[in-house]
């Protein structure tokens, strides 16, 4: 696995947000908890930490290229799943 530093729009390492490229998924983790997974064509989100605060968010919003109302819908629908990513 591969672990960076989430970059800025203007190519800057951002401290404490990572990008996780493992051999068949990538993922989003803020600090010491993983928020977003990408897997088998699926989007798993963390249940309790998905929204955690206004930066994780921000970083959220960035790794999957939408706003918080757009995945509130995708949540909604059933497109993302909501589990529990950090046992």
């Not at 706003?67 to 046992?87: D, F, H, M, V, W």
């Amino acid at each position: 696995m591969k672990v960076r530093n989430m970059e800025s729009s203007k190519g800057n390492s951002i401290p404490n947000q990572f990008i996780l490229d493992g051999d068949n998924f990538i993922a989003f983790q803020s600090y010491n908890t993983i928020i977003v997974k990408q897997q088998n064509g699926k989007i798993y989100l963390d249940k309790d930490r998905w929204n955690y605060s206004v930066t994780t968010g921000k970083y959220r919003n960035l790794f999957l290229g939408e706003n918080r109302k757009q995945t509130e819908r995708k949540i909604k629908s059933g497109e993302y799943i909501l589990t529990n990513l950090n046992t």
